[in-house]
């Protein structure tokens, strides 16, 4: 039972494609993924099942959805072993896209768990590939993940010229959210570096992007959350440049919010801003001691380790001003241990700096690693102001010089000039006279373009009109001579004296058959089975649909609504109904079915033909011998197609291929 359980899971995450088209879709949904108890047991057996898929971009995407809810419970290992084995095969496909994801998947992942440095590790490599594929969108995304562990290790030119990268990627997408985000960042590292009117710049752009996000149908909770996360960062800026009311008024806001209490890392550091904003306006100690204690409480709940370090920094710095200094002190070393434990660079580097002025007793041993770390962190930011120092300067020279150029060649300038002007003059009516003559001709010649295709519209016309009558004709003549035919050797053979009556009477129901057959394809003819009017993708969802037999088979069926059916010919599409119509035959006729599975799909240069059931089987050797399959394999020859027969988990399963 858990085998079709898992099957229809699979179809399922099918449905979820994009490429693909999947009728009764109510029944794979994934809503019902969380009705399931044993979660764990059923990606288990899915994943062995999806061992027998071919390597595509389907499976792959399956393969994605199974391991985002491995991580959902918590099973790191098999989250990145699949995420492995998708990397596995999109190497072997050579889909940059899907090893780029898989590597922006683990970036997450470790960034979640607060492993930085294999966070930043994963989102570089996801970045040059990327960048190598010209992804934009994804470009400027992973850009901003990069930038945010920047912003947190303190290394802020580094951050900032990534965001810069991500903003350059976004003027060719209209992404509001990744342009929200873009510009939150931007405002933060500004404000690190000190460039106040900047930052302020960018941080009103924040309430209009977000309207827009409203509008376009954004996630109310997470829409929710950005506003609170706006209210913060906006008030920690107001907090900095001294505009305390201000910086008030925004904490305030965001504390109020009644969403507030469902996101703890943002509480949190609100309640930290807000305990530093009335320290500021000399609120009195014990609400600010508590404002900060309670960020630090809820940061200790959800382990939050960057966020226990800060709000012990920001409460050492209020104890100290509270001139209770011991207490201070203490602090300030728990920060110091936290932060060099995990790689802390802005609150390592405070709090030494805390320590190498304000614990007397070891001050020299503190000033001398706040000196070391100080030249540590600052060498990347050194480099790169280098570089673009260089840039700057060596720009300048250049214009410097072609100023002292240019004053002194000012004559010989207008001349040059003068004679331009007059030689662009000559060629502009030269190339006037050419563009007149060209126009002329691509005129003359649209007219002859039409007066073809007018004609081939009209011989079109006739061709179809004598398809038409032809098809008539022969549906005629099998309806009134073939069928009359079998009609009369039938009723001749029920009156024929027969002793094995047996025979006799499945000799008259097979005729019966033929019969009903012939009429069914008479009147198939009749209605214009392959008109070129109708959509060739209907008549096989038409076909499936009207399927019924004695052990009420549940048809289910995916078919690729990209495949270009008109690249195929009219001979062409009706053995491929004809063939179809012979599988489904024989699935009514033999296989005591309760589901029966019908892909269509296109897969390089080729479409796949898979019909599958959960019958009682058949006997491979008999199976090939059969009238009907020896039919099927007449059609074939109209594709230079090949067959396969085999039976995999006590599922029959027929598979065609056609080469376009």
Not at 170 to 183: F, G, I, V
Not at 380 to 391: E, G, P, S, V
Not at 492 to 516: A, F, G, M, P, Y
Not at 582 to 606: D, G, M, P, W
Request: glycine share 2%.
């Amino acid at each position: 039972m858990i085998r079709y359980y898992c099957l229809f899971f699979l179809l399922a995450l099918l449905s979820c494609s994009k490429s693909k088209v999947i009728q009764n879709q109510s029944l794979y949904d994934f809503a019902n993924y969380d009705q399931v108890i044993d979660k764990r047991r059923l990606l288990d057996s899915l994943s062995t099942d999806l061992e027998y898929l071919q390597n595509d971009s389907l499976k792959r995407e399956i393969l994605f959805k199974i391991a985002i809810r491995y991580e959902w419970l918590s099973e790191d290992k098999l989250f990145l072993k699949r995420l492995n084995q998708v990397y596995n095969l999109a190497t072997i496909h050579k889909d940059t896209s899907d090893q780029a994801k898989v590597l922006l998947y683990k970036g997450d992942h470790y960034d979640s768990k607060q492993v930085i440095d294999s966070a930043f590790y994963y989102y570089l490599k996801s970045e040059k590939l990327y960048f190598s594929i010209k992804d934009s969108a994804n470009l400027a995304k992973v850009l901003l993940y990069k930038a945010e562990i920047l912003y947190n290790k303190g290394i802020y030119t580094e951050c900032e010229i990534a965001t810069i990268r991500a903003f350059q990627n976004l003027s060719k997408q209209d992404n509001t959210r990744l342009l929200y985000e873009a510009n939150v960042q931007m405002a933060l590292v500004l404000k690190e570096l000190k460039e106040y009117d900047a930052a302020l710049q960018y941080f009103l752009e924040i309430p209009g992007l977000l309207k827009k996000l409203k509008q376009e149908g954004y996630n109310e909770e997470l829409l929710e959350k950005s506003w609170i996360s706006y209210y913060n960062n906006l008030g920690g800026y107001y907090n900095e440049t001294h505009n305390l009311q201000q910086g008030k008024f925004n904490l305030e806001k965001g504390l109020e919010k009644a969403e507030t209490s469902k996101h703890l890392k943002l509480k949190a550091m609100l309640l930290n801003n807000y305990a530093y904003n009335q320290s500021l306006l000399n609120g009195t100690k014990s609400e600010v001691e508590s404002l900060y204690n309670a960020s630090l409480k809820i940061r200790e709940s959800i382990y939050h380790k960057q966020g226990i370090a800060r709000s012990k920094l920001q409460l050492s710095k209020f104890k100290l001003k509270q001139k209770d200094t011991l207490s201070a002190i203490e602090i300030a070393k728990e920060t110091y241990n936290l932060s060099l434990d995990n790689g802390y660079g802005n609150e390592f580097k405070e709090s030494l700096k805390f320590l190498s002025i304000n614990d007397l007793k070891n001050k020299d041993k503190y000033i001398s690693l706040y000196l070391k770390t100080q030249d540590s962190l600052n060498q990347i930011d050194k480099n790169t102001r280098n570089k673009f120092a260089r840039i700057e300067f060596e720009t300048s020279k250049i214009e410097k010089a072609n100023a002292l150029l240019s004053r002194n060649n000012t004559n010989l300038l207008a001349v040059i000039v003068l004679l331009i002007v007059s030689f662009l003059a000559v060629l502009l009516t030269y190339k006037l006279k050419l563009q007149n003559k060209r126009l002329l001709y691509e005129k003359k010649e649209q007219q002859s373009i039409q007066e073809i295709q007018k004609l081939l519209k009209e011989q079109e016309t006739i061709t179809n009109d004598v398809r038409d009558l032809e098809r008539k004709k022969i549906a005629n003549d099998l309806h009134d001579y073939i069928v009359n035919k079998i009609f009369v050797t039938r009723i001749t053979l029920k009156e024929l004296v027969c002793l094995e009556i047996d025979k006799k009477e499945k000799i008259i129901k097979e005729l019966q058959s033929i019969e009903k057959d012939v009429r069914s394809i008479s009147h198939d003819i009749h209605n214009n089975l392959f008109d070129h009017k109708q959509l060739y993708h209907d008549i096989l969802i038409n076909l499936i649909n009207s399927q019924k037999n004695d052990f009420n088979t549940q048809f289910t069926y995916t078919i690729d609504k990209y495949i270009d059916w008109n690249l195929f010919s009219i001979e062409q599409k009706t053995h491929l109904y004809l063939i179809l119509q012979e599988l489904l035959q024989n699935v009514n006729k033999h296989s005591e079915a309760t589901n029966c599975y019908i892909f269509i799909i296109r897969y390089n240069q080729q479409i796949q033909l898979r019909v599958i059931d959960n019958g009682v089987g058949f006997e491979l050797d008999k199976v090939k011998k059969g009238v009907g399959y020896k039919s099927i394999y007449t059609r074939l020859n109209c594709f230079n197609a090949s067959l396969n027969v085999e039976i995999i988990n006590d599922l029959s399963t027929v598979t065609i291929f056609f080469n376009l």
